[in-house]
C-alpha cells in the first residue's frame, strides 16, 4: 500500500504548483531549487535526529540536548555542531575568557545562548529575540538541559539594554537580519564601546553595512572579519553513504546570500 503523503510534502509540492505556473525564467527555477533543497534537508535533519538522539554531534556545543525546532534556517548542521563552522575558534576563545555576562541579540530557538551557557557555567545570558515563538523555544531549549535559571529570555534590544555592558565584562552576540545598522551605534549606546562583539552582517540586505560597521567601532575594537566555511569532517560515518548533494545539504544553513561576521574585540 502507498504511503499518504506528509503535511510537508503536500506543502512542497503546492509550492512547486504555484511557481510552475509562472513564466519559466532562471529566478523561477531557482526559487523551486531552493524549495526542493530545503524539503530534503528537513528530511535529512529528521534522520539525523533520530539517528543522533537529538544531540549535538560535535563542535563548541557537543552533547547539548537539541529536540526543539529551529527558529530559522537549516537544523542539521546544529545537530551536526557544523553551524557557522567559521565562528568555532572565536567560541573557543570566548569561553575560554569565562565572560560573566553575554548578551545574545536575535537568540533564535536558543542555540549559542543555551550552548554558552552549557560551556560557561558562571555565566548569565541575556538571550533576547523580538519573536515569540523564537523564545518559547529558547525557553524549552534552556530546560532541556539544566540551564534555565541562567537565561534571562526577553524581547529585542534597545540602545538603552546596552547598559548592562558597564556593570561586568560582556560578550555580544549579535544576529537580527541587518537591524544591527540601527542598533549598533556606539555614538547612540556608548557603552558598546566595553564589550567584545560578534556580529554577522547583512551585506546583502544592505551594501556597505561591513565597511560602515567597521569604521564605527576601529577608534575602539580590533575589527576581525570572518567569512563562511564548511566542515565536511564533522559528517557522522554513516553520511558515506549517502549521495554527495545529501552531504552538502546536511551542512547548509539555508541562507540565501553571504552573510561574513565581525569579531570586534575591545582595545
Known sequence: MTALPTALTRSVEDGLARLQAEPPTPARLER????????RSILLANTLG?????TVLSGPFAGMAYAVEVSEGGRAPRLLGAYEASLHPVIET??????????????AEGYYAVGLALRMPGATVHARDSDPGARALCAALA??????????IGPEVSHADFALCTKAPTFILCDIEGAEAALLDPAKAPALTQADILV?????LRPGLIASLEGRFAPSHHVTRIDRALRPDLLPAWAETLSDLDRLLLLWEWRASPTPWLWMERR
Not at 523551486?32 to 524539503?39: E, G, M, S, T, V
Not at 570566548?94 to 537568540?107: A, K
Open 94 to 107: 570566548v569561553i575560554s575568557r569565562g565572560y560573566p555576562q553575554i548578551l545574545d541579540i536575535g537568540c
Open 50 to 54: 533520530a539517528r543522533g538522539g537529538g
Open 200 to 204: 554577522e552582517v547583512h551585506e546583502g
Open 143 to 152: 530546560v532541556a538541559n539544566g540551564v534555565a535559571e541562567r537565561l534571562q
Open 32 to 39: 523551486q531549487l531552493r524549495l526542493l533543497a530545503k524539503w
